[in-house]
């Protein structure tokens, strides 16, 4: 079974920028999907961005303009670029993997998630 180990992680002034990183802990199916979410204190895990295999992007509006996802050339290696932070972006990020089956994606993994704290 494939793990996600999250990294990058920590404190940051508004304003400022972070990267994620998310490792798989091995191959994922070739046709995959690899995404972050997050969950603010006190609220539901909300998505973030995601990346295919195939290097097609989807953000959600808050983020859009400020998060850039990307990925490693041929690893299972997926990255978010956080800048211009506001404090309502203080949450733990986690990162997701799914497989593409069936028509339709597959959840396959989440990472043990990753805090990321912006002061105002």
């Known amino acids: 079974q494939v793990q996600l180990v999250e990294s990058g992680g920590g404190l940051v002034q508004a304003g400022g920028s972070l990267t994620l990183s998310c490792a798989a802990s091995?191959?994922?199916?070739?046709?995959?999907?690899l995404g972050w979410y997050r969950q603010p204190p006190g609220n539901e895990r909300e998505f973030v961005a995601a990346?295919?295999?195939?290097?097609?992007?989807n953000y959600a509006d808050s983020v859009k303009g400020r998060f850039t996802i990307s990925r490693a050339s041929g690893q299972n290696t997926v990255y978010l670029q956080m800048n211009s932070l506001k404090p309502e972006d203080t949450a733990v990020y986690y990162c997701?993997?799914?497989?593409?089956?069936?028509?339709?994606?597959?959840?396959?993994?989440w990472g043990q998630g990753t805090q990321v704290t912006v002061s105002s």
């Open positions: 990346i295919t295999s195939g290097g097609s992007t």
């Open positions: 997701k993997a799914n497989v593409y089956v069936s028509s339709r994606y597959h959840t396959v993994a």
């Open positions: 091995r191959s994922i199916s070739e046709d995959n999907q």
